[in-house]
């Protein structure tokens, strides 16, 4: 397990983005109640992240006591961040008066000589950003680095212009983390794949997720999908196959069109079941520009045919297109029995998804568990996902006699019962 980072997302304003930042683990939910005017603005929002154990972070340029009381006292928040040069006087009193609350304090450039002693004795974290306008995108120099005492820069948080190339490049400089902003933005929409890609960077490999097929599911039953904003570890994907790979399965009359259309507003992948590297590489660019922001990652369907280098390989793991900065992430899902020719091909790869047997055929079910344990060292550094016929006595069994946290897709068992999605969930979550 690499060493995982810190993050703050920041400007959370929509519930799909705070439900999909809350699957990725982010650490905590900046809101924004910039001015007085804001006051009571986002409130549910806030307090719907907070039923889901999120951590929230009022983000404002309020410089009065007061009227910052009357924040802390609406929102009750489980932090605050001044974006504004530091304060002493102000964060101590808060600091007296609400001596559970986070404070974040910000940093920036713009200051000449800051008083690390002190921020280091009032504040729970510092952000360190570009300016203390804050949101603008733009990178720092970060020329206060290098002054910073350890125990002030093991609570420091780097903002401003941050991507996953950047936080490539300051990840040894011995900070807590990085609090984000504007990369989550294209335009005026939220781009969900960019959120994605920064969390394989910062929190990579992901365990205890699960993603639902829902390519089976009665368009009538579409309505269930609103389970994606209670359940912190649920996400959807749909299959896509047309006969060439799996003659018997054909999923053209299974309305995913109209399913595409249902989740356009929420993150979710397709699963590419497709006998031809050129079929694969036209449906992934299709795909990848229909659903440009919501689209968060494939699975493609392992044949000995594929070369999956051609859609693994470009910056190490994802597809790229020109349009989009983004990094499509692809996931071979490979059927057990091949893992031994995956794995003499493309060892290189971050992300695998095994097909397991079915829970009946018992004896497969050994020998999945044998060729499972003959790669382990791979499987070690690598995000994991078990896909088929999953049940929740089945993801039990495989979290015993593999002993580590995997991340599941489960299909019909779920989509013909929702009520036992709590009881998967609470199997998923358990350590
Ligand atoms: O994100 C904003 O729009 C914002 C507005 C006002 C004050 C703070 C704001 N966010 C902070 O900005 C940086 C993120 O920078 P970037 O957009 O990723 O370049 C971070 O400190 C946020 O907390």
Not at 210 to 223: A, C, G, N, R, Y
Not at 332 to 358: A, G, N, T
Not at 376 to 387: A, H, Q, T
């Amino acid at each position: 397990m690499k060493d995982q980072k810190i993050l703050k997302v920041c400007k959370i304003d929509s519930i799909a983005f705070a439900s999909f930042a809350l699957k990725q683990k982010a650490d905590f939910f900046g809101v924004h109640v910039i001015y007085k005017k804001d006051i009571g603005k986002r409130f549910q929002l806030v307090q719907d992240i907070k039923a889901q154990n999120g951590k929230v972070i009022i983000v404002t340029y309020i410089n009065d006591l007061v009227t910052l009381q009357e924040v802390i006292a609406l929102y009750q928040p489980a932090g605050i961040q001044f974006h504004y040069p530091f304060n002493a006087e102000l964060v101590q009193t808060i600091k007296q008066t609400n001596p559970k609350l986070s404070l974040f304090g910000v940093l920036s450039d713009e200051e000449s000589s800051p008083n690390f002693a002190q921020m280091d004795q009032l504040l729970d974290w510092v952000v360190y950003d570009t300016n203390y306008r804050g949101g603008t995108g733009e990178a720092s120099a970060y020329k206060h680095l290098k002054n910073i005492p350890p125990s002030l820069l093991s609570k420091t948080l780097l903002a401003g212009g941050i991507n996953p190339k950047r936080v490539r490049e300051l990840a040894k400089v011995g900070t807590a983390g990085f609090d984000v902003q504007s990369l989550f933005r294209s335009g005026n929409l939220l781009n969900f794949r960019s959120l994605e890609n920064l969390v394989d960077v910062l929190k990579f490999p992901r365990t205890r997720s699960f993603s639902v097929s829902l390519t089976d599911i009665p368009l009538t039953q579409m309505k269930n999908i609103g389970r994606y904003f209670v359940d912190p570890n649920l996400d959807y994907h749909l299959d896509y196959s047309d006969t060439s790979l799996y003659p018997n399965f054909d999923t053209t009359k299974c309305g995913i069109e109209e399913k595409e259309r249902f989740l356009s507003q929420l993150p979710h992948s397709i699963h590419f079941f497709l006998n031809s590297n050129e079929k694969l590489r036209e449906q992934i660019a299709d795909f990848y520009k229909k659903y440009s922001l919501s689209l968060t990652h494939v699975f493609l369907q392992f044949f000995p045919e594929i070369d999956c280098s051609l859609f693994t390989s470009q910056r190490k793991h994802g597809y790229e297109e020109k349009f989009n900065d983004s990094v499509l992430k692809v996931i071979p899902s490979v059927f057990y029995k091949d893992l031994d020719l995956f794995f003499e091909r493309f060892i290189e790869c971050d992300f695998i998804s095994i097909v397991v047997p079915p829970p009946e055929k018992k004896q497969n079910i050994e020998s999945f568990i044998e060729v499972y344990k003959r790669h382990e060292d791979k499987f070690k550094d690598k995000e994991v996902w078990l896909d088929r016929n999953l049940n929740i006595e089945f993801v039990k069994m495989f979290q015993q006699r593999l002993g580590r946290d995997f991340n599941y897709i489960i299909g019909k068992e779920v989509i013909s019962d929702w009520t036992k999605l709590p009881a998967i969930h609470e199997q998923i979550s358990k350590a």
